[in-house]
């Protein structure tokens, strides 16, 4: 059984008979498909400030799925990743009698999941911004004075976060970093981090986006073996700037779910549950803003059926 939003359609939660749910996130419900493989369903529920909204974005589900699956493929070279398929006809029943799956879902191999946030930053944006206006630096990492908000940095810097289960994700410094992970994990999360962040900035960019920060995500499967998992280098996830718009200084006009968080910033809201409805033009400017990510970073079209 599938429960969607009438009016608009956004998958908003899935109940899929004889499956188990072992886990609904703030955007995904994950079911247990046996002991080797999940099945990531990615929904139409937005979250911020660690709130999740009742009013869902339709179709962003599939923008989500779609080009992680795009930037997965693109990194294949660079590290193993998790994602077996997408092809809804290639999943295992009952996943596969859910045409509402389409899409928006993928079969992942089962790991370990490493409990950090692999934070890369390469422009000066967010709590990286704050923390720099606070103390001159970011993460500890020491930068010169005078910078303005949304400045690129000189090299990008790797800032681990703690991935919590409820309430803010919290920077870490690299030494707890390696007391969570142990040092020669550490030192590889952070090198492929960097290494992937530089592939899709580089690519990016000459399609006219600036990826000014992103987290991804590892785990370790059953072989010892560590994989990319989760989502990679969406508009949840990452900021995309316009690179034609681009003038540091103030905040920059995105592709990315900073649009939201800008507009909740001008309630008389606590950021505290529950979260407030967002109105029809919020919405519909955020699907268009995740939908022109989409287009400009793959060069194709995504269909909504």
């Not at 809804?88 to 899409?103: A, C, I, T, V, W």
């Not at 422009?123 to 001159?136: I, N, Q």
């Not at 200084?249 to 809201?269: C, I, M, N």
């Amino acid at each position: 059984m599938f429960f969607t939003m009438n009016s608009s359609q956004a998958v908003v939660r899935t109940d899929i008979e004889n499956a188990t749910l072992t886990h609904r996130g703030k955007v995904r419900d994950v079911y247990s498909v046996d002991d080797d493989r999940l099945m990531l369903v990615a929904s139409d529920r937005i979250s911020a400030f660690d709130c999740v909204f009742p009013t869902p974005i339709p179709g962003k589900g599939k923008i989500l799925t779609s080009l992680s699956a795009f930037w997965f493929k693109m990194f294949e070279n660079v590290v193993p990743n998790h994602l077996l398929t997408v092809d809804r006809s290639e999943f295992p029943e009952p996943f596969r009698n859910f045409p509402e799956l389409e899409g928006r879902s993928s079969l992942v191999k089962r790991t370990d999941v490493f409990p950090v946030e692999c934070v890369v930053r390469g422009y000066l944006e967010g709590s990286g911004w704050k923390d720099y206006l606070a103390t001159g630096k970011v993460c500890g990492y020491s930068l010169p004075p005078g910078l303005k908000q949304c400045d690129r940095l000189l090299d990008p810097i790797f800032t681990p976060a703690t991935k919590a289960a409820t309430g803010h994700d919290e920077n870490i410094t690299g030494l707890e970093f390696k007391n969570v992970v142990g040092s020669e994990t550490a030192a590889y999360l952070k090198s492929t981090s960097l290494e992937l962040f530089a592939k899709a900035s580089k690519y990016a960019l000459e399609r006219g986006i600036i990826i000014a920060d992103t987290k991804f995500e590892f785990g370790i499967d059953k072989d010892g073996e560590i994989l990319l998992i989760d989502e990679v280098l969406t508009p949840d996830s990452s900021r995309f700037w316009d690179a034609e718009k681009y003038e540091p200084g103030h905040a920059q006009p995105s592709f990315d779910k900073q649009f939201v968080r800008e507009y909740l910033e001008t309630l008389d809201w606590d950021k505290a549950p529950p979260a407030p409805p967002l109105p029809d033009h919020i919405v519909s400017a955020t699907y268009e803003r995740y939908l022109a990510a989409y287009k400009i970073i793959t060069g194709s079209e995504i269909k909504f059926e």
